[in-house]
């Protein structure tokens, strides 16, 4: 099942109307996360669900779901990374209104009185980005990872000497 994304809609509309949106996007229409991007540019599969909760709150509900390959910035090799992100949004007018809500929901913060729903959907997967990818210590090629995070027993060491003197000086004898 398939429903075409429309271009620009009226999140509020949407809402009482209970518009639900499920189908797949190529990456490379969303020209943001394209930049972010190396080849192959995948495809991401979404679903949006627009509804109002048990306190007549307009919100988005949905997911977000990609393997994304990007290029690792320590030895510059590409990996998948796979993207599967939960949506609560709630539609807010104001910073204060984003304040006050529940926890469980992110604030959608709406300037205009349309949104595009291409736009949300890239959002979100920017929103899940890495701040700086690069792979696992054990699958990077570049070996910086183990050089970085490797303990310093001579550290461990040089210490304890000191500690054994300072409570042999104390001992009263
Ligand atoms: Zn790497």
Partial sequence: MFTPLPEHADPWWL??????????????????LSEELPEPRTAVEYELVFGRDQQNRAAVHGRVKATLFLQCQRCLGIFEY???????LA?????????GLPDRYEPL?????????????????LLAL??????????????????ETAPEP???VRD??????????????
């Fill in 91 to 99: 539609l807010v007018e104001g910073l204060d209104e984003a304040r």
């Fill in 109 to 125: 913060l709406l300037e205009e009185p349309n949104i595009s729903l291409v736009d949300l959907i890239e959002d979100e997967l």
């Fill in 130 to 147: 890495p701040q700086v990818p690069k792979h696992s210590a054990e699958a990077c090629t570049s070996g910086v990872e183990q050089a």
């Fill in 15 to 32: 809402a009482d109307a209970g518009k639900r949106f499920i189908g797949r996007l190529a990456l490379d229409q969303l020209s943001r």
């Fill in 82 to 88: 796979p993207v599967d992100r939960e949506i609560s």
């Fill in 160 to 173: 304890n000497p000191f500690a054994v003197l300072d409570t042999l000086k104390q001992k009263p004898d």
């Fill in 154 to 156: 001579q550290q461990a």
